[in-house]
C-alpha cells in the first residue's frame, strides 16, 4: 500500500522560509507527475506547483519566483522549497503523486504565516 508522508509544515513570520518534503513509501513506480496543493480556509484546494519526470515544472501565479519545486526520483520524493512567506499562503498543503495507475495524496501539513 502506498503511503505519501509530508513534512516541514509549521508557524513562521512573513518574510520567513520553511521547506516541504514528502515522501512515498510502498511500492509505487514511475510516477509521473509529483504535485503541492493547498487548501485555505473555506477555500477550493489549488495547485500549488507540480513537476514532472523530467523536470520540468509549473507554479502559480501566486507563488512564481518565491516557491521551488524540486524531485528525487530514485528516492521518489517532493520538496517545496518556500521563502518570502506571506500570510495569504497560509494553508494546509497536500502532495500529490501520479502514474499511469494511480494517483496518491498525503495526509497534509499546516504552513501557518504571521504577520
Known amino acids: 500500500q502506498v503511503q505519501l508522508v509530508e513534512s516541514g509544515g509549521g508557524l513562521v513570520q512573513a518574510g520567513g522560509s520553511l521547506r516541504l518534503s514528502c515522501a512515498a513509501s510502498?511500492?509505487?513506480?514511475?510516477?509521473?507527475?509529483m504535485s503541492w496543493y493547498r487548501q485555505a480556509p473555506g477555500k477550493q484546494r489549488e495547485l500549488v506547483a507540480a513537476?514532472?519526470?523530467?523536470?520540468?515544472?509549473n507554479y502559480a501565479d501566486s507563488v512564481k519566483g518565491r516557491f521551488t519545486i524540486s524531485r528525487d526520483n530514485a528516492k521518489n520524493t517532493v520538496t517545496l522549497q518556500m521563502n518570502s512567506l506571506k500570510p495569504e499562503d497560509t494553508a494546509v498543503y497536500y502532495c500529490?503523486?501520479?502514474?499511469?495507475?494511480?494517483?496518491?495524496w498525503g495526509q497534509g501539513t499546516q504552513v501557518t504565516v504571521s504577520s
Open positions: 500529490y503523486m501520479k502514474n499511469e495507475y494511480s494517483d496518491y
Open positions: 510502498g511500492s509505487i513506480f514511475s510516477i509521473n507527475v
Open positions: 513537476i514532472t519526470g523530467r523536470g520540468r515544472t
